[in-house]
């Protein structure tokens, strides 16, 4: 089977976008260019506000990603649960598509006798410990998110200890809103590991305005950054995953 990237946006967020373009429709976007948008909402005291979850749902349905509420002490093992679980059904996406083009009329894994099916979900489970992942991270730093911010950091650190137990090769990137001068700021470039966040995290400043939107935006443009580099410097075209989301 041909390998690639799988690209996913990880929004931490606890509440409700209030300026810039619609975050469902942003994630939408993201949707149809390949990359899945994987949404925790932070809970403050079993509280988290109707709409606010109302959104997180729509952004990763509308993303073809994963949703998850939680309460902050259970975010490190959520974090990591929602990006192995978006990236298995990533995964199990492109086998279905290669199985449709051998066996036709739509078939999917579920369709196959056990045997058969059993020796797919192999493939795919291996497939998740070798094939390439790339995650952007979009960490909601209105002013509601101002204690939760270390426990934030936490799950980073933990998140990118538990993906480079993997074999396949993991980078990262780290974006906030709202930033110190935009609605969007990005903390941390491409990178395999995400032991600086410590002392960059130690410098946030919490406050004003919550742009999911342009934040999914801006995810997108970083994104297609990389890979029109990646592109010009290697002439590889990595779109399988890509496309087969």
């Given at each position: ?74 975010l490190s093992q959520t974090v990591q649960m929602v990006t192995r679980k978006a990236m298995t059904q990533t995964l199990q996406g492109v086998v279905n598509k290669e199985l449709q083009q051998i066996l036709g009329g739509g078939r999917t894994v579920e369709d196959l006798p056990p045997e058969q099916r059993g020796e797919v979900m192999e493939v795919v489970d291996e497939l998740g410990e070798t094939v390439e992942l ?112």
């Open positions: 089977m041909k390998t690639g990237t799988i690209r996913q946006i990880l929004l931490i967020t606890d509440g409700c976008s209030n300026q810039g373009e619609d975050p469902i429709a942003m994630a939408a976007l993201a949707k149809e260019q390949g990359i899945s948008v994987n949404v925790i909402g932070v809970m403050e005291q079993d509280v988290i506000d109707e709409q606010g979850m109302t959104e997180i749902e729509g952004i990763a349905m509308s993303g073809g990603g994963v949703s998850q509420i939680v309460y902050a002490q259970q790339d995650v952007l991270i979009l960490v909601d730093t209105s002013a509601s998110m101002k204690h939760k911010l270390p426990t934030v950091k936490e799950a980073l650190l933990d998140l990118s200890l538990s993906l480079n137990a993997r074999s396949g090769d993991n980078r990262f990137a780290v974006f906030v809103f709202p930033g110190k001068r935009n609605d969007v700021e990005k903390l941390l470039d491409w990178t395999p590991k995400l032991e600086s966040l410590t002392s960059i995290f130690a410098k946030l400043t919490t406050g004003g305005i919550t742009p999911t939107g342009p934040a999914i935006r801006e995810a997108l443009s970083h994104f297609n950054k990389k890979r029109s580099l990646r592109s010009l410097l290697s002439g590889d075209d990595e779109s399988f995953f890509e496309e087969s989301v």
